[in-house]
């Protein structure tokens, strides 16, 4: 009954390789985010999708590039894996982001990805 | 532009003592407020939120927040303190110049509860 999962729960890469993070959640809901906390525990969004359409994109490398599938699903893509992308990665979803009323973001346990 | 300043980076407490964290915003709309709490190697969850209903706001595990505008804070209180609260915390405002639902954390606060 995982509400938010994200696989795979650590990647350890080497500088330069490519690699993907999943995120799937079951919640029915229409908007996605990826957040990225870096070594000091700062929180900071990178992307969100509502309902597969893009709405918020910060200034990320373009390295980072999201894909929505579905609304369901919102996986990370991240080309020529450099040392400072070492972080953890985490997924949330919410309630669309347009309809009216608070939307509480739910989140997924994390990614620990460390680069070599 | 919104942000969220948390005073504290480390708060040290006795278990069955009193928590306090402090948070100060900046905000140029009426704010939705949120304190999240991330436990060791877990995703963070919600702890309460402030979406200008009641300015005090009670939460899950007995933690409850007070919205005091003249004073921008939304600091962060328990009556007593439990070893399963050993967490970090952090204090969140919703961007609120658009619809995207864009968080913006503060720096966090690690509590520490000592037996």
């Known amino acids: 009954d995982t509400a938010v999962s994200q696989t795979p729960k650590y990647l350890v890469t080497q500088m330069g390789n490519d690699k993907s993070i999943k995120c799937e959640q079951n919640?029915?809901?229409?908007?996605m985010y990826w957040y990225k906390q870096d070594s000091k525990k700062f929180l900071k969004i990178m992307f969100s999708y509502n309902n597969k359409e893009l709405i918020i994109n910060e200034t990320v490398p373009n390295r980072f590039s999201p894909k929505s599938p579905d609304k369901a699903h919102l996986n990370l893509h991240i080309n020529s894996l450099e040392l400072g992308d070492s972080a953890v990665y985490f997924c949330?979803?919410?309630?669309?982001?347009?309809?009216?009323?608070?939307?509480?973001?739910?989140f997924g346990p994390g990614t620990r990805l460390t680069v070599l | 532009a919104q942000s969220v300043t948390q005073l504290d980076s480390h708060v040290s407490v006795s278990e069955g003592t009193p928590v306090l964290l402090r948070c100060n915003y900046s905000s140029s709309y009426s704010p939705s407020l949120f304190w999240y709490v991330q436990h060791p190697n877990k995703g963070l969850q919600l702890l309460l939120k402030?979406?200008?209903?009641?300015?005090l706001v009670k939460g899950i595990n007995g933690f409850e927040a007070e919205f005091k505008k003249s004073e921008t804070s939304f600091h962060l209180t328990k009556p007593s303190a439990h070893m399963s609260d050993a967490a970090e915390y952090f204090c969140?405002?919703?961007?609120?110049?658009?619809?995207?639902?864009?968080?913006?954390f503060g720096q966090g606060t690690t509590l520490q509860v000592k037996p």
């Open positions: 919640l029915g809901h229409d908007t």
């Open positions: 969140v405002v919703r961007h609120g110049s658009s619809n995207t639902g864009k968080l913006i």
């Open positions: 949330a979803s919410s309630r669309s982001t347009l309809l009216a009323g608070d939307n509480e973001q739910f």
């Open positions: 402030y979406t200008s209903a009641a300015t």
